[in-house]
């Protein structure tokens, strides 16, 4: 079964950096690969689908990348409300998750 | 704009049958190509993939659940629901579910990507 894998565990930034988010699959998943935003609360939001495609009413700033086994999310310049944790999935099977907090 | 709103019990004890119900908004569930899924997460651990449903009834699971989930739909309510036997305290979670855009895979459909979700609905397991 594949698995998936994130990197890192724990993302400190302040506003206005540069977020860059790694996810390692076990063997190749072509590029079937979808993004995630979860905030306590609230309903979790698909950022990127097929690795690089961004999903309906998602800021230019979020953008997806990457193929077979490694891919990025990146986010521009962090704004306020994209403090989250952050997931990647592979058809049923998700990573363990990135939290991006505020440094 | 579709909106899923889960709902159902917030506590349940130990063996007994957990039932949540997922009411579709703003759309129908008779969709041409979508599962209508459900995903949870247990508190402080990552997300799970529970199962999904067609409009015509076919379903599908994850393995290290199956045999004690059960997904239904009701077209005529626009809702599916989720059953899950003979919980314990390793099925508290917060229960999330969400419209599966699946994928073809040597003739068989399989989970792709989820969008949207609900909000969720957190039920713990005790007595």
């Known amino acids: 079964e594949i698995v998936l894998t994130q990197s890192p565990a724990t993302l400190s930034l302040s506003p206005g950096e540069r977020a860059t988010l790694s996810c390692r699959a076990s063997q190749s998943v072509s590029s079937y690969l979808g993004w995630y935003q979860l905030k306590l609360g609230q309903a979790p939001r698909l950022l990127i689908y097929d690795a690089s495609n961004r999903a309906t009413g998602i800021p230019a700033r979020f953008s997806g990348s990457g193929s077979g086994t490694d891919f990025t999310l990146t986010i521009s310049s962090l704004e306020p409300e994209d403090f989250a944790v952050y997931y990647c999935q592979y058809r049923s099977i998700f990573g363990p998750g990135t939290k991006v907090d505020i440094k | 704009q579709l909106q899923l709103q889960e709902s159902g019990p917030g506590l349940v004890k130990p063996s007994e049958t957990l039932s949540l119900t997922c009411i579709v908004s703003?759309?129908?569930?008779?969709?041409?190509?979508?599962?209508w899924d459900w995903i949870r997460q247990p508190p402080g651990k990552g997300l799970e993939w529970i199962g999904g449903?067609?409009?015509?009834?076919?379903?599908y699971y994850n393995p290290s659940l199956e045999g004690r989930v059960t997904i239904t739909v009701d077209t005529s309510r626009n809702q599916f629901s989720l059953k899950v036997n003979s919980v314990t305290a390793a099925d508290t979670a917060v229960y999330y579910c969400?419209?599966?855009?699946?994928?073809?895979?040597?003739?068989?459909?399989?989970?792709?990507?989820?969008?949207?979700w609900g909000q969720g609905t957190l039920v713990s397991v005790s007595s």
């Open positions: 969400a419209r599966d855009h699946p994928i073809s895979v040597g003739g068989a459909v399989r989970a792709n990507w989820f969008d949207p």
């Open positions: 703003g759309g129908s569930i008779i969709s041409s190509g979508y599962y």
């Open positions: 449903i067609y409009y015509s009834g076919t379903s």
